[in-house]
């Protein structure tokens, strides 16, 4: 059976002018590998609703999950679960039990539970919570779209939650071969092995140092015996 | 006038696979806020063909400009030329002027200009090259796609060559207030100011230090005494 497939949805102006670095799509990428989930594609848009709800739309229907991350905040310009409440044509109101969790939250800490922060309770019609260990305001799970937010500490933190309740495929494995010779002069190798190993990706990733040409090949699957079989026929042709 | 439009398409399955941090979005982000360019979205997709001939159908259609990264090299997962031939309906062979490029490169540095090779010499019909003064091999735009090796020193170089021929708009400004106070605290003032501010863009970035609360707030726009004098209310309203 295919591994389930996965897109992630990042939503942030903060990203796109070059203020931040993004730093959860690297990290989703790596877990989502090691649960067998083969993510497909990365949309990164602006804290703009139509973009928003399109990208929700199109990525929920292509995909087995969506991850989502930012815009869950307290402020003016936090508006994803709006965004999601649209793309689904569901209502979206404070919830009692996302709003107990957070006057437990601010009672404790001596803070006020204002209404920009019961902001942070609003949660679609249907929508399971996603618990927060970190600053406690909820993500939530509609349909296949997981709801995150953005804060590295607690995006990583919410992930955990969501990996767990997921059946995945098969790890992906992979074993990396690093040539000390131009792209150039080993395409034709690994075209040929890639063929041959149709089960396989073969991928082929070239770097500078020192002001020689090199390349990383890497060769995923899901059966270590092919990958290593792989590996030793690459070697073999190379004359490594 | 309102400045340009641009998106971002990576291509590279080991985005992905999280096998490696994505450096190039960051750079071209920073780079598109200077020169006055409004990167709205960006996406990533592997290295798959259908996958990147609809995003590159999709987003030349919605924006002014298109930049790609990555999947030009001279192996068999280098597919972006291509896909860029088929998503505009135009044939793609190798080009004598890129072909002129590559040969003399490779004369001068001993290495055979093999089939392989070649491949990076093939450039769709009516497309202009983009020098690449690092390793040669050139890019291309076609219509308003300017397509660009993944490599960073290669990619950021071709950057540089498309942004000194493009007309900018109004380059962003920006001013950031760090304010030690959660997020919820600070909610509703930022609200009432976006209002009043509509010219400019607020933004609120929350982070955690040392278990503490704080935000950055970034307001953006083009004309800098907006942005003072936004600032300068902002400070005076929460009593800085």
Chains 1, 2 share one sequence.
Do not use: W
């Amino acid at each position: 059976m295919p591994n389930p497939t996965a897109a992630m949805l990042v939503i942030g102006d903060e990203i796109l002018s070059g203020r931040t670095r993004d730093a959860n799509m690297y990290y989703l990428a790596g877990e989502l590998t090691k649960h067998g989930v083969d993510l497909k594609e990365v949309r990164v848009v602006s804290d703009d609703a139509p973009a928003i709800v399109a990208a929700v739309r199109a990525l929920s229907q292509s995909f087995d999950h969506v991850f989502t991350s930012g815009g869950i905040g307290p402020t003016h310009d936090d508006i994803t679960a709006d965004c999601i409440a649209e793309a689904f044509g569901v209502s979206i109101d404070v919830r009692e039990d996302a709003r107990a969790i957070l006057a437990e939250h601010y009672a404790r800490t001596g803070a006020e539970l204002n209404e920009a922060r019961l902001r942070m309770a609003r949660i679609p019609e249907g929508a399971d919570l996603i618990d927060n260990p970190v600053s406690r305001a909820p993500g939530f799970t509609l349909r296949n779209v997981h709801v995150m937010a953005g804060v590295p500490a607690v995006f990583q933190a919410m992930v955990a939650t969501v990996l767990a309740t997921l059946t995945g495929g098969q790890p992906l494995l992979s074993q990396t071969l690093r040539i000390d010779r131009g792209e150039g002069e080993i395409a034709a190798t690994l075209t040929a092995l890639a063929e041959k190993y149709d089960d396989l990706s073969v991928g082929c990733y070239p770097f500078q140092q020192n002001g020689a040409y090199g390349a990383n090949v890497v060769i995923r699957g899901t059966e270590g015996g092919r990958i290593d079989a792989a590996i030793t026929e690459l070697a073999r042709e190379l004359s490594l």
